[in-house]
Antibody, heavy 122, light 108 residues
């Protein structure tokens, strides 16, 4: 059974750094083709892809946010960590992590966490 | 940069009717396009990957197709549980990913 779960602060102050952790089970981030990504959704708005890390440590970022994002993995702990620097109120939203199994499912995100709501406010 | 434009923004139909949702890519990034359904307060659910392949457990009334940079999700006969938000997602090896802005499918 594949599960992903996001964890992190629910409230962050403007200009601070947001750190979110995705803890997963039922698959390995050492398997060829597998990746874990982060997606967010401001209240009442569309989904926005943020970043992804692959099994081989290759990384991709949303170009509009790349300067503020870092993504790392800990394969022993089955975790992926996303950091976002210099947050602002526009970064408020639900943050999801999701898995891609690679070419077999067209690199789509097939399993998702339930999401964690982050509010940026002073 | 991948830009996906979904249309219409809102689609009002009745149960039993056919729904056609569109997603147009700004340029040809390939056919790694997926469709998702999202209910309020829930994570998205994968419906279609690689433009036309149904994900595991997805009913046959959902289908996807592509013509050039135009991707289409069709629901052949709407069930009450199909009224939700729908998003397309494009993956490019170099650019990463991008979502469309979504289509709301509502009951008429």
């Amino acid at each position: 059974q594949i599960t992903l779960r996001e964890s992190g602060p629910t409230l962050v102050k403007p200009t601070q750094t947001l750190t979110l952790t995705c803890t997963f089970s039922g698959f390995s981030l050492t398997t060829s083709g597998v990746g874990v990504g982060w997606i967010r959704q401001p209240p009442g708005k569309a989904l926005e892809w943020l970043a992804l890390i692959y099994w081989d440590d290759d990384k991709r970022f949303n170009s509009s946010l790349e300067s503020r994002l870092t993504i790392t993995k800990d394969t022993a702990k089955n975790q992926v960590v996303l950091t976002m620097t210099d947050v602002d109120s526009v970064d408020t939203g639900t943050y999801f992590c999701a898995r891609t199994a690679g070419r077999g499912t067209g690199w789509a995100f097939d399993f998702w966490g339930q999401g964690t709501l982050v509010t940026v406010s002073s | 940069e991948i830009v996906l434009t979904q249309s219409p923004g809102t689609l009002s139909l009745s149960p039993g009717e056919r729904a056609t949702l569109s997603c147009r890519a700004s340029q040809n990034f390939g056919s790694h396009v997926a469709w998702y359904q999202q209910e309020p307060g829930q994570a998205p659910r994968l419906l279609i990957y690689d433009a036309s392949n149904r994900a595991s457990g997805i009913p046959a009334r959902f289908s996807g197709s592509v013509s050039g940079t135009d991707f289409t999700l069709t629901i052949s006969s709407l069930e009450p549980e199909d009224f939700a938000l729908y998003y397309c997602l494009q993956r490019s090896n170099w650019e990463g990913y991008a979502f469309g802005q979504g289509t709301k499918l509502e009951i008429k």
